[in-house]
């Protein structure tokens, strides 16, 4: 008996509910199935379009909902993979303080602020411009 230690145990042996399929999966297909019916019924009742055509009609109305709540890319759901890319965005420049920089008294912050001139109370760039930091308050 051959057993594959480096296997990602999570994705070789799914929790699944029923024949196979995860929680998430029936209940994305029941939903689909939902919208497809309430589609096809909507045809027959208002627009007199048989159910057979309206089946035809439903099917781009299903799909998109299956597929949104199935597809996974590198084992991320489209919505976390959403969350990650602005996350990634969000943090493309990060600077930090080394020990070996001049001690300036600036820390790390993800947002920039802007001085105001007092005299015509316009926006004025930072002194050293730094992307993503602050001057301390200096005592």
């Known amino acids: 008996m051959k057993i594959d ?10 929790d699944d509910l ?8 029936i209940i994305t297909f029941s939903v689909g199935l939902i919208m497809a019916a309430g589609t096809i019924i909507a045809l027959w009742v208002f627009l007199k379009i048989s159910p057979v055509t309206g089946s035809y009609i439903a099917i781009p109305v299903m799909l998109p909902i299956c597929f949104i709540g199935i597809y996974e890319y590198q084992n991320h759901s489209l919505w976390a993979m959403y969350k990650e890319m602005r996350f990634y965005r969000a943090t493309k420049k990060l600077t930090y303080g080394a020990e070996e920089a001049p001690k300036t008294g600036r820390i790390f912050t993800m947002h920039q602020k802007r001085k105001r001139e007092k005299r015509n ?14 001057r301390l308050k200096e005592e």
């Open 5 to 14: 230690i480096n296997k990602d145990f999570e994705k070789a042996f799914p």
């Open 18 to 25: 029923w024949k196979g399929f995860t929680l998430k999966q």
């Open 121 to 134: 109370n316009k926006m004025t760039e930072p002194e050293n411009k730094v992307s993503g930091s602050f």
